[in-house]
């Protein structure tokens, strides 16, 4: 490979390892707007090991409403490691590890909720940055309350009902992520 070409990989492989890292530090410090940034105008995601839901193909604005309603009423602290991306061309694949903590004062059990997993990612290069086109989500265990999120809540409700619906089931099936 010759020089030139290294350096536009490791240059890539930086520029989405910072990306990923701008997803969780979004996430993190509620940056909604931030976030949203991070995603393509339309993304897949695929939540069902969290969930129990297919794949969908959704909007970005619908997705960050409901990532805003589930995680605004807990703290957060995502961690990432292990980054592996491989690129071609304006595709790019990352898979990595995770560590998701939430904590909120609670009444009903523990006050924190750990998810430790991984992330399957596909970003497309749009203009000059990554975007997260398509992202995994999977967990291997999981430690503590989750009742901390209360699945009742009006508002995520709504989110909930615009994010994993059958027009967004359809529309992954029609349009596979990968």
């Known amino acids: 490979m010759m020089t030139t070409e290294m350096t536009t990989v490791l240059w890539d492989e930086r520029a989405i390892q910072n990306a990923m890292l701008e997803f969780g530090r979004t996430l993190d410090a509620g940056d909604w707007e931030g976030h949203r940034a ?27 409403e409901f990532a805003k309603q589930i995680l605004s009423p807990v703290r957060r602290h995502h961690t990432y490691t292990n980054f592996r991306p491989r690129i071609e061309g304006d595709r790019a694949f990352l898979t990595l590890k995770q560590t998701s903590r939430h904590w909120k004062s609670s009444d009903t059990g523990n ?25 995994k989500h999977d967990f291997v265990w999981s430690d503590g ?27 992954a099936a029609a349009n596979p992520p990968i």
Not at 111 to 135: A, C, H, M, N, P
């Open 111 to 135: 006050s924190d909720y750990t998810q430790y997993g991984s992330y399957d990612v596909w970003f497309d290069r749009v203009g000059e940055s990554w975007k997260i086109d398509y992202l």
């Open 145 to 171: 309350n989750n009742a901390l999120f209360d699945m009742r809540e009006p508002a995520l409700v709504a989110a909930l009902e615009r994010v994993f619906c059958e027009e967004n089931f359809a529309a």
């Open 38 to 64: 991070c995603l393509k105008e339309v993304v897949a995601m695929d939540f069902k090991r969290l969930t129990g839901f297919d794949v969908v193909r959704v909007r970005a604005d619908d997705w960050v």
